[in-house]
């Protein structure tokens, strides 16, 4: 009876996203609701978790991940997101630096540098914490190469001191220390290994690994609150016929195409189709926490009235 019971508990789930979502991923007409918008200020945490390589319709609407869909239905989802470009590193550097596609590099380079001005540097307070990284502003791969510094984006810029890099650039295990002790920086970016962020691993290798981590922001005081956003997203689609320096901001191929959730306490079942991209994830940060927009930030679309921000 026990099995019969998750058995049925699967499909009613699967049901559910295709009716939200359609068979496909697409997403449906009348799936958006408008939210009231928090007091200007409330929001003082923007938590960035940007998972690897898989495409908008390898996610959305996909029944094997329902704890991703659950979250996309719950909160908010956009279905017209966009990366920057492929491979990985000028899409890290993108994000969290506002850097136009013809100043970033066209391969995944591990000794490359950006002159900034970028997110680390902007004055807020930050932390980087990266999963099986051996210790703090590591430059080297793990032995076991889980950990990669190409997804360690604060290690490529210049304007970040030594001394700032080694004090916020953390091994994972510290977020669970910060959280008890609310401690959280203002901005904090968050990179699973290779297996746990899709790259290495499998879908559901990825979900299991969000499901175990993400419930201890979703239940912390700075999220129940509302002082907290968080951005799930994925640096680049699917791989598949991939062209390192594509513009994926004016693309509509499908590895360019990737998931976008919001996740607040003023986002409620919000599935957005405006057009969004990266640098929408960078304004949107920058304008919660007062900081100035930087580079493409400027330009691109907006979307924080969209998910009730």
């Known amino acids: 009876m026990r099995l019969r019971s998750v058995v049925l508990m699967l499909v009613a789930m699967g049901a559910a996203l295709v009716a939200a979502w359609g068979p496909s991923g697409a997403a449906l007409a009348g799936a958006v609701k408008t939210t009231a918008l928090p007091p200007a200020g409330t929001i003082k945490h923007v938590v960035w978790i940007v998972d690897e390589n898989h495409s908008y319709d390898k996610i959305i609407g996909v029944s094997k991940d329902a704890y991703i869909n659950s979250l996309a239905t719950t909160y908010g989802s956009a279905n017209n997101d966009w990366a920057i470009t492929h491979p990985s590193v000028p899409n890290y550097l993108g994000l969290t630096s506002g850097l136009p596609l013809a100043s970033l590099p066209v391969t995944d380079c591990?000794?490359?540098?950006?002159?900034?001005?970028?997110?680390?540097?902007?004055?807020?307070?930050?932390?980087?914490?990266?999963?099986?990284?051996?210790?703090?502003?590591?430059?080297?791969?793990?032995?076991?190469?889980?950990?990669?510094?190409?997804?360690?984006?604060?290690?490529?810029?210049?304007?970040?001191?030594?001394?700032?890099?080694?004090?916020?650039?953390?091994?994972?295990?510290?977020?669970?220390?910060?959280?008890?002790?609310?401690?959280?920086?203002?901005?904090?970016?968050?990179?699973?290994?290779?297996?746990?962020?899709?790259?290495?691993?499998?879908?559901?290798?990825?979900?299991?690994?969000?499901?175990?981590?993400?419930?201890?922001?979703?239940?912390?005081?700075e999220f129940t609150s509302g002082s907290m956003v968080i951005f799930l997203t994925w640096d680049e689609g699917t791989p598949t016929g991939e062209v390192f320096g594509t513009d994926c901001t004016n693309s509509t191929v499908d590895n360019c195409h990737v998931p976008l959730l919001v996740m607040s306490h003023w986002t409620h079942s919000v599935n957005y189709g405006g057009k969004l991209d990266h640098y929408s994830v960078l304004k949107a940060t920058e304008d919660l926490l007062g900081l100035p927009e930087l580079g493409k930030a400027a330009t691109a679309p907006s979307l924080t009235t969209a998910f009730g921000l």
């Open 110 to 221: 591990t000794k490359c540098h950006q002159s900034g001005p970028d997110l680390f540097t902007q004055g807020e307070s930050w932390r980087v914490y990266e999963e099986s990284m051996p210790s703090v502003c590591d430059r080297t791969a793990s032995p076991d190469g889980l950990y990669q510094p190409k997804h360690n984006p604060v290690l490529y810029f210049n304007d970040v001191p030594s001394s700032s890099c080694t004090a916020n650039d953390q091994p994972y295990g510290t977020l669970a220390s910060d959280l008890s002790h609310h401690s959280l920086a203002a901005f904090s970016f968050i990179a699973a290994n290779m297996n746990d962020n899709m790259h290495t691993g499998t879908n559901l290798q990825g979900q299991a690994w969000l499901q175990a981590q993400l419930p201890a922001l979703l239940t912390s005081s």
